[in-house]
């Protein structure tokens, strides 16, 4: 934990540190509204949630006008319906299942939702996101859905002990990434890398990130999520 003081100084020293073209995604799961105020008041733009209920809180307490809100966590399907209407994009799409679900709910809303496609770009067991060999054509599709746009890929990593040991998988993705964006499917624009977090972000932008997922590094160390140990 940290105050609102240091979060803020932190928050605009990694930001001078970034190069041009790079945006930092505050990461605020677990974190009071207090602290991300402190991350915006630092200049952080975009706050990202895992949870659909936390982010709600946060933008009832902050106003949704602070900032751009951003779900970088594992998104039900039942959950789609609120998201479609907090979020102001997706970054963890992982299946046609759930983009037509979100596609749905943003058409009874008259708006188009922003997304992200998430790859599991190290393909582990267990791990939420597109195969790296799906996904030209899970794309494909996605791009015939009018009321969602693919902006680009997000990727976790995996954990590693030297973040040096992600880059292969961060250069497969940047790869992948300018394979789809040459291929210029129909309403699917790659203008999004998101990739990156405390310990493997230096790496992630070298590798050609353009934005990058900072929790840790901003706010200090965290508290244990429910149902996590
Ligand atoms: C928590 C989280 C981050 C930030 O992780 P840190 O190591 O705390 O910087 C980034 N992306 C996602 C999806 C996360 O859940």
């Known amino acids: 934990m940290s105050n609102s003081s240091e979060i803020e100084r932190r928050t605009r020293e990694i930001l001078a540190g970034l190069p041009r073209g790079v945006s930092l995604v505050a990461a605020a799961k677990t974190r009071s509204p207090s602290e991300v105020r402190a991350a915006l008041a630092g200049g952080a733009q975009i706050v990202g949630h895992n949870y659909v209920q936390e982010a709600k809180t946060a933008i009832d307490a902050l106003g949704r006008a602070t900032a751009t809100w951003h779900m970088i966590g594992h998104l039900q399907r039942n959950k789609a319906r609120e998201a479609a209407r907090i979020f102001d994009l997706i970054q963890t799409v992982d ?51 009018q009321s969602i746009r693919v902006e680009g890929l997000m990727t976790m990593g995996p954990l590693v002990a030297d973040p040096d040991e992600n ?63």
């Open 95 to 145: 299946s046609v299942a759930l983009a037509r679900k979100l596609d749905a709910e943003s058409a009874k809303i008259g708006r188009v939702l922003p997304i992200l496609i998430e790859i599991n770009s190290a393909r582990e067991p267990r791990k939420a996101g597109i195969l790296p060999e799906d996904a030209v054509e899970i794309i494909r599709e996605m791009g015939t859905l």
């Open 167 to 229: 880059r292969p998988i961060f250069r497969q993705t940047h790869e992948l990434f300018e394979q789809i964006a040459s291929l210029a499917i129909d309403s699917v624009e790659m203008k999004t890398l998101s990739m990156g977090m405390s310990d493997s972000y230096r790496v992630a932008i070298e590798e050609g990130a353009t934005m990058v997922r900072l929790g840790t590094i901003l706010f200090g160390a965290r508290r244990a999520a429910p149902g996590e140990t």
